[in-house]
């Protein structure tokens, strides 16, 4: 009886605790899916949520095993990701790729509940009284406040945010001893490679805490690695790039290796690991320090935040080192496993391990001080105009037809069986195709000198019909020639039309032959076209611009990396159409950056394109007939 009315009171410790935090974490669900939504509907989706949309709509139409068409591959080879089956049923509750995102943020907090409860428990184990609120209030501020779960659920949708909930359920459960955790096991391997590591990981830090744990750690490491071995060997895991670990193996690696020939590779060069863990210090800190780096001390889940730690920062390049999706265990367990290692300070050392506490979720609120405010800017980057122009574009495709478009804004477009990015070699299939351009909005990796060059030889070689030329976005209908599958495309030109970039005191002229569209002056002061860019190395160019001008222009050219003004001519008028020539001195070169955070807070992302971004752009003071027809920069001086 004593002992229960200890445990009760143990329990009302944290009762204020808990609901504070079921409150705060229910209320970032709320801006979550606010959020999602607000993305959704302006286009903001990629080609990693083009995959899974299109996927989860062609399942719920029946096709078991649908062919995606962005990754060339069968999905379920992206990696083995057979969740997506059942999450197809979801489409006929509500048939919008919005569920998808509101089913992301729903498993990121649902995680987080179980690691905030998970945590408290802890708390209460170790400590009663103050000490347990503040270690649990600690551990709220770490899941509630970190940046990194924003950018996580704004970039697209991705299986490991699905897959997280059930791996703070099975750590929870084994926590607990209770035997329901081999239902999450089996929804765990259903998710995927990625998540057979996580589920080895978490398995190897029971086996290694003991307890009469070992047994069950062991196997739950077995399935996992035996998950991801059967995945391996059936190539459902294309997606995964395996063979980008083949460096490691060290000078002179042969490509690639295969598992075994790999181990034996970092086994005989094992400081390859330790230079490429160092070279990306910056990263490793941003994931580790937001979430709480004392979790790094707590034996049972070290496994698996090491797991998850290191194969996001061996892989080559910032791109999954960086904060994001592919760390969001990290962010879930972590403030789970610094709570731990708080408890266990505290214990012994009880005004220690309360400052400690405190410096923790304060430094993880000056990572929410840093990068909070830059997430609006990094991933909603559509003007509503141009959402606007995307959504009657949408509406006017039939589903049945194929389309090609910005990679920025893909995802939107994914309902169908044949989407793709724009350039390269383009898979053609029979029937209507579309072509939508969206060259300056969204996050958009095709240069835009690739989209209006793609865009100039579709109207004129093509003959394509331009249904949308709005907001900075052209729509093209095309009906391939039989036998025509392959459509090859080059970007050899450096030739831009000046169509498809008229500037606030110009329009767009689409009458006639493809190859005589034009911009012409409205009648304003101001820019007729500008954002005519080609992102060259440092050097010296010349620039040619075909116009025609009753009366004084300013032709310049600008360097949009610095926005320094590189020269200007200002011919008094043309006798007709005329070429104008602009020598350019971009050889001092101004290279681009990307934020990275100040003081503490810093993290490492991919850098921007190389070279810089030299502009031409055609000035009217108002009052004249001013025509541009094209822009030309080539090398040389």
Known sequence: MIAILGQERRGETLFWVRRIGYIVLSLKLIAFLTWSFLLYSHFSLTPDSAQYLQAWYLIAHGDLNPYDTVGSFAFWQNHAEFIMWPIALLYWVFPSGVQLLWLQDICVVGAELVAFTWLCEIALRYRGGREAQWLAGAGLVLLAVNPWSWWTVSFDFHSECVAVPFLALLGWDLANGRRRAWVWTVALLACGDVACTYLFGLGFGLAIIGRGARRRGALLACLGL?????????????????????????????????????????????????TQLWSKRL??????????????????????LLVVTVQNTLYPGYLFSEPLFQSIPVYVLMPVATVGALSWLTRRY????????AVVAAQAIGWAAVW??????????????????????????????GVFTS?????????????????????????????????WAGIETESTTNAMAFAADIADNLHATLVTDANGVWAFRWSPPAGLTVLRTSFG???????????PAGRAVLTGPPADWHVTSTGREGYVADQLAWQSAPGQYQAFVTLSA???VNVEVWNDTDGALLTRRSPPLTAGIQTITLPVDAAAGSRATAYGGWGPFLSKFPDPPSGER????VWSPGGETVNVYQARLSSGS
């Not at 909070?372 to 589903?399: D, F, H, K, N």
Request: proline share 9%.
């Open 550 to 552: 009753t009366g004084p």
């Open 283 to 304: 990263d490793l800190w941003a994931n580790l320090a937001s979430s709480g780096f004392l979790g790094l001390a707590y034996l049972p889940l070290l496994p698996v």
């Open 407 to 439: 990679q920025g804004v893909i995802g939107r477009f994914s309902s169908r069986h044949d989407v793709q990015s724009l350039g390269g070699k383009l898979p053609l299939q029979p029937g209507q195709d579309w072509f939508v351009f969206a060259p």
């Open 372 to 401: 909070g405010p830059q997430t609006p800017s990094q991933w909603l980057r559509m003007p509503a105009s141009t959402a606007a122009t995307l959504a009657a574009v949408e509406a006017r495709i039939p589903a049945s037809a």
């Open 493 to 503: 030109t450096q030739q831009l039309p000046a169509w498809t970039a008229p500037g």
């Open 226 to 274: 035996g998950g991801l071995l059967l995945v391996s060997v059936i190539h459902g895991n294309e997606g995964s790039g395996l063979q980008s670990y083949d460096y490691l193996a060290g000078p002179g690696y042969r490509p690639s290796l295969g598992l075994s020939g790999l181990a034996a590779g970092i086994a005989t060069h094992p400081l390859t690991i330790v």
């Open 614 to 617: 030299l502009e031409v752009r």
């Open 350 to 357: 009880r005004r220690a391990g309360l400052v400690t506490a």
